[in-house]
């Protein structure tokens, strides 16, 4: 069964990063910016500034997907920081001045990318989102050269090891390390159960897959992946080879599209076992398609920030934002993320304000000086005191539910699995 994209009409891009990093990496490097980070610091009102930086504003970018395949999930991400800093400018800003973001599109594409951060670059202070596991890898040399403070909207381990990345949530594997946990806490799968794997190739993928073939050596299970690529939407070969093997579950680190093929060519194969995927392998268009019965009956999410329905302090506040913003819009945990990956962000660009300096370095400084940083519960509380680890091992389960605002419920609380606290990915440390 072949199921659509149901968000963008047509859009097909080539995720080329396996191939083509290592040449992207020498293209962009080529075109990098000074080590100073791009511009000349100057004195503001006792105040040190960089670039981005004004008399009345600060100007962060956002780089992002507004057409590729993960183009809902950027979107959402993009709308939510910026209601975030629409309340915080109402409030009097940062530092007497004004949050502004200047967001482009790369669909996705990591040439597109490559071609957009240069003109980006001496624009702004630093970069409020950079989304994508394969962008993250290609621009990680430019982003070090340049000293610039970056979140990505990636979770991957393997950008741990870059000291100007916050990044906000816990890692792939460990993602999928707390919800196999679960899903044996709960009997789904037992020790002795084969389980499959379709995950990404590039650096999203194989980290989720770092988390399974870890979680299926300390529990017992026999691991069955299959690796697959971003453009493909029919994943009914890869379901057959599942079966073949008896796969008593089936784990998701894929886009959406992916995600709703998966659940359809499950249920119509009479397999039907739960499927279990990472925070970005779901949005709640997929319950309006064909799939959407199927994603409802088999589907689980595993995520270290809370579903749009989440019942938190900072959750209530990002939902009511984008209801009174967005009243006709349909919803997905996106812009509760980036509600709370903007309140992180501007925790740092806060301390950098009471250091008087905000320049590049003083950004990473200031965020070196930020150990612990609060979301009103959107997140757990993220410890940023060790560079390299990942500022939180723990993660909640949701459960597709079309009656559920945004399309996920949370099934099992935010928690850290036994495996969850002894695990360790070759990345963590190495960020110092």
Known sequence: MRT???YQAGTRRTLRAALACATVVALVAACSTKSNGGGSDKSNGGIKTGPGVTDSTITLGVLTDLSGVFAVLGKTVTQGAQLYFDKLNKDGGICGRQIKLLVKDDGYDVQKAVGLYPDMESSVLGMEQLLGSPINAALKQNI????????????????LDNPNNMIVGTTYDLELINGISW?????????????????????YGEDGYLGSKFAAKELGLKLVGQKITATA??????????KNQGVKAILLTT??????????????TGLNVPLLGNNPVFVPQ????????ALEKLLYVAASFEPYSGDSAGATAARSAFESKYPTAVPNGGSTWGWGGAEAYATVLKKACDNKDLTRDGLQKAFRQTTSVDTDGILPSLDYSNPGDPPTREALVSKADKSAKGGLDVVQPLKASDLAKKYVAPEHGKGG
């Open 286 to 293: 997929l319950l309006g398609t064909a799939a959407g019965p």
């Open 144 to 159: 070090e050269t340049d000293k610039m403070f970056t979140i990505p909207v990636s979770w991957a381990s393997t950008i």
């Open 4 to 6: 659509r994209n149901p």
């Open 183 to 203: 899903m044996v806490d709960k009997g789904m799968i037992k020790r002795g159960d084969a389980v499959g794997h379709i995950y990404l190739e590039g650096e």
């Open 255 to 268: 886009t959406p599209t992916q995600t709703a093929s998966a659940a359809a060519v499950d249920a119509a």
């Open 233 to 242: 939407t029919d994943v009914s070969t890869q379901i057959a080879a599942l």
